[in-house]
Every structure is written in C-alpha cells, then in structure tokens.
C-alpha cells in the first residue's frame, strides 16, 4: 500500500505541474504565443454595413474592412489625409455654371469636382461573391432555395473568389447611400451637395420598393447619378455644388467604402437574408483584414487579409515627430510592411468586472477604465494630476489618455417662451443658470476627473478651439492669475435678479421659477446624478422638474420642441470647426427641419448664420480664425448651452502590446499595432501562478483519511489469518 499510495501521490504532482502552463488560460498557449490581439465586446454588432454604421464601437470593427478613398495618418497631428487606395491626393477644379473652369477664390464658382485615381494593386478579401464557374458565370448569385436550406455560414460554400478594386466600386457604395430603404443617416447631408444625389435618391428609392414588392433582385449597376462619373476602371469623379472643404473628410468615412456589386447580389438571396447572412453581418472589404467569424454570443475573429496590398508603417521627419508630440518608441516599425497583428479575437464579456479581472491577469491585451476600477488603475494627485498607481507601474502596464474631439452640453430650447428668446433678460437668466451649473464638479464626482469644462463647441485639437484668456468664456468665468475660474453664485444671483428673477421667484407672477428638464436617465443608478442636478437649480432658487421618459419619446420631443432644458453631445465627424458649428446654425433648428436639423437647441442669429454661412466653404486661415472667434463670442453671450464639458478618454494597455497612439479621427488602426506574444505569455505564466495547495490537500484529505482504515483492516485480516492457522 506505501508504493500504492506513493504511485497515487506522484501521478497527481504530474498532472498538476503539466497542467500549470494553462491553468486558467481562456486561450492556448499556441494562440498566446502568436501575433494575436485579445479584446472583447458586451453587446452584438448590430450594423456592420457601411452605409448605415454611425456606432463607434462598430466603427472599430468595419473601419479595419473597408477602404474609403483617403484616411487620416496614423501618427501626424493635427490630423491630416492621406492617401488609402488612391495613386495621390484628389484633384480639385472649380467650374462656373457653364462647366468652365474658374479659379478657386473666384465669386463665379458653381462646383467643385474631384477626380480620383486608384491604385491597380488593390484586391478584395476571398468571398464566395467573387467565385465563378469554368465558363465565367457566378456560381452563387442566384442559389435554388433547397440548397441553400443547407447553408448555415459561408464557410459552406465551397468556392471562393476575389478581384481588383475598380472605380464603380464606390460609385457603387454612394447609390446604396440613396436608397431610402438602407437607412443611411448622412444622406440627407451629402445629397445637399452631390450634383443630383437628391434627384437620383427620389428615383431610385422607388424603383427599389417596386422591386421588393415583386420579390426582385435590385442591382444598381446600370444607374447613373449625374455628379457621380466613372471614367474608366481606375478613375471617377465627384461633382459638388459650390464649395465644400469639408466633403475630403466625409470620404474619409466607411459610408464612401467601396461596394462589389457582386457582393449585393449575392446578400440580396430571401434564403440568405433568412438565416441573418447579409452584408450587415459579413462585410466584404479590401482592408487589412476580414471577418472570420462573427458569433453574437461567443466570439467575434479578424483575420489578416491575405490579398491586402503594399501598405507601411507611417515615417516622420525629426520636425513632424516633434510637433505631432511622437515618441521614439512609436517610429521604431516606420517603413515596415503592414499588418503586423495576424488575427483579432473579441470574446464576450457582459460584466465589467470580469473583462478587468482577465486584463489584470494578462488575458486581454487592452482595457478601459470603469468607474469600480477607477481608484485601483489611477492615483489622483492632491492638485487633481492623473497617473497610474503603484499596482499598475510593478505590471508595466501603461497609460494612455486624450481630451476627445467631443462635447456634452445642457441645452436650452430656444423657442421656449422661458428659457428661450434673445433679449436680455433672457439672455442673463441661461448666464445665470451656467454659471450655477458648476461643470468643475460634475467632471470631478461623476467622471472621475475625465473631462475638461467646456468654453466654447469647439474642442481642444479642434481648428478654432482657443486657449488662455481668449478662450475664456467671460460670461461665465472670471480669469484670475492666469485661469478661468469660474464667477461666484452671488454673480449669478445678480444676473438672475436682472434678469426678473431675485431669488428664483419671478417678479410677474410671485412665483418660484419651475423649470423642466427631460432625460432619459432615470433609473435607480442615475438618481445621485439627478439630484445634483436639482441641487445646482436649487442655489438659485430654482425648482428643476425631472421628467424621466424612454429614449424614442426624449428624441421625440426635442425634435419637435417640446423640452425647457435637455441633456446632449456630439463627437467629431472630421476634425473642422464646421463640424461642431454647425450645431448652432439657424437652418439645421430641428423645429424648422422636422426633427432632421442637429441644432437640438433650435438657437437661431442672424449674425451668427451669417458668419457660419461665411466660414463653412472657407479654408483655415487667419481670416477664417477671426471670423470663428466672433462666432464664439455671439453664442457665448447668448448662452443657448451651459456648455458642459469635453470628455478625457482614458485606456490601459500591457506591455508587450505596442504602437498604441489615440486616434480620435481614425478606427483603421489595428494595423499599425504589434503584439509581442513571448513576453505575453512569460507575464502570464508569471501572474497566475496555480495555488496548487488547497487542491492537494482535497484531494489527498480522503485518501489520508482511508489509510489509517485501510491499516486496521489489514492488521484485522492478518489477526483473522493468524487465529485460524
């Protein structure tokens, strides 16, 4: 029984030290080893077709699919485009109304065209779209039902195929936009400057519901939009009205990606679109990767796309890296072929606390900061300076954060007879009210300290964002020793009596001031955020009424101008003042627009349209600069938002995980990012070592305590045997 029990003992030792290697390991060690990036998701993707994704964190997915004509740099700051699937950057001409050129700063200018070369290198991923018969035909565009009862992914065709890149390609992608029934949400934009967008959309979305009434394929090859020309394969132009800077950046986005009419087709099967295989699900793309797998409930997998073209890391000059602010350590791959991650695994995590877990461990190679791990990954100094903590410096893992090219505000319905108006009364109550909203707190108690308070729409990194003095926002803040401070309650009391108000109680009517403010957020969670809200009316005097209601209802009133004050923001779409002034213009009021107009707050001056007016189509200069600043000034005076704050973005990486850089601009940057995944596992080997002990001793607790049982037994037997001799 010794050599038994020792047997016993010794297989167990070298089953538990064999199995230490992955002992807790979500992954193998094969995948660890490799050049594999592990990150996760929370929630299906719902839209992963370009036409209609506006979700960021869809974005991340489709942006490293797809290839619109030019993208934005990976490492230079400001943002600037570059080239992705062009020879070179578009060629602009300006033309008059009788299609002759004409110089840009000309009065003359009636449109603008682009003309757009493509590479002849460019391939789309292996699809079964592409796979043809012997003879040239499609082998699966037009599948009979019975065989494709069979099909469960496209994994079950067995064929693939791929071409070239061509410019109908994206003539292809701006016809999707048109049609009604795709929901795009930048067409009514785009439409307002593509030569005949508008038209065409009214046709073609006609034709598209005449087709589904009859159960007909659409195919939107042989329609022609009058400003969209394809010249030849590898050349197409755009023709806008007028002038419009801006329309680069909007070719930078996925809604302009390019479109295999192949690709449609073949999603446009009843059979297929039954069994939730469409391009919202599997996107075909030219990018640096594909989607491999995409299981809502477990796992979501790209992979590197074998047929990507030549594409390098970015090269910076000693000056470009010094005034980007880029390190050495982000030029140590500059020219190196890309990609250099192999493949991207997004597992699903619904709970916070286990994705943080898994990170510490080294199990996923990135994270976010929650508010429950806020205190263990971040040491706030006594002058409100954030750094890691000790915890995280002994992991090496590091830190990076960025002020987002965002705002959140508190807007006031302009066109409400209380809160709205522009005359000075009213003006001096929403003064008032800004100045009691103390946004300094709000960011410290309810962001942890990730945010900046706002003094204008436009955020930092932003062309017209204004720092120091001049970018202070004197109507509410007073600058003192070199800051903005903001104006003390009794300012506010003053501007609130002015304004008819003493004490929040109204000289009209004898009254205490109510006021509405509607939210969505109204659950159990939401109830400290709400109550300081109230607490922040209340310094006036003021009584806030929360009305909590569902997100349709809430979108439904502020479309219709049926709120007091509402809470609201907006992210960048390109990095142009334009973008975020554009939320005040007089024309985009969503009360004169039927709900389609971004100005939520329906704000509406005469000088302030008329300045917009001016800077929208310009380039930035000094002139546009002055012109923006007086914008600024104009709203800033007429208070339509107390205007809230600019979110800090904050993420965690480890070590081994390197050229991480944010990119507000840009979601196509899995490419440029590396994984060392011998120093991944060394770490996880390191930070999970088994506590092999407590297993040990339940295991062994039984057996030793059988043995002294066993013994007895066999001293019992051997009596037995002795007697009967």
Known sequence: MNQYLFNILLLVFMSLNSYADVWNSPYTLDKSKKETLFSSFSLPYKHLDPVVSYSKRELMIISNIYEPVVGYNYLKRPYILEPLTLTSMPEIIYLNKQQEQ??????????????????GDIFYQNHPAFALSKKGDYLYHHVRQ??????KSLDDFQKQGSRKLVASDY????????????HSPILDIIQEYVVGLESFSKKITKIAKEQKSKGEELNLSSYKIEGVKVIDDRTFTITLKGKYPQFLYWMSMNFFAPIPWEADIFYQQKGLIAKNITLNEFPVGTGAYYLAENNPNKELRLVANPNYHDAFYPTLTQKEAEASHISAELLKDAGRKLPFIKEIIYSLEKESIPLWNKFLQGYYDASGISSSAFDQAIQVSSVGDMGLSEEMKERGIQLKAFIEPS??????????????????SAKKLRQAISIAQNEEEYISIFTNERGVAAQSPIPPQIFGHLEGKEGCNLYVYNWINGKCV????????????????????????GKALT??????????DDKALMDWRRKQFAKLGIQLVIRGTDYNRFQDKVRKGKTQLFSWGWSADYPDPENFLFLLYGANSAVTTNGAGVNSANYNNPKYNKLFEEIKSMKNSPKRLEKIKEMIAIAQADAPWVWGMHPKSMALHHAWFSNVLPNAMSDDTLKYKRIDGELRVKKQEEWNQPVLLPLILLFLFPILMAYPLYRAYQSRQKAVIKEEK
């Open 102 to 119: 004409v110089y840009e700063e000309s009065s003359e200018v009636a449109f603008s065209q682009y003309t757009f070369h493509l590479r």
């Open 146 to 151: 019975e065989a494709l009862e069979k099909i």
């Open 171 to 182: 003539a292809y992608a701006i016809k999707r936009m048109a049609v009604r029934q795709n």
């Open 407 to 424: 705002i959140f505000y508190l807007a006031f319905n302009m066109v409400d007879p209380i809160v709205g108006g522009y005359s000075s």
């Open 486 to 509: 903001r104006k003390s309650l009794d300012e506010a009391k003053q501007l609130l009596s002015e304004a008819g108000y003493p004490n929040g109680i109204s000289k009209e009517t």
């Open 515 to 524: 006021l509405n403010y509607d939210t969505t957020a109204s659950g159990p």
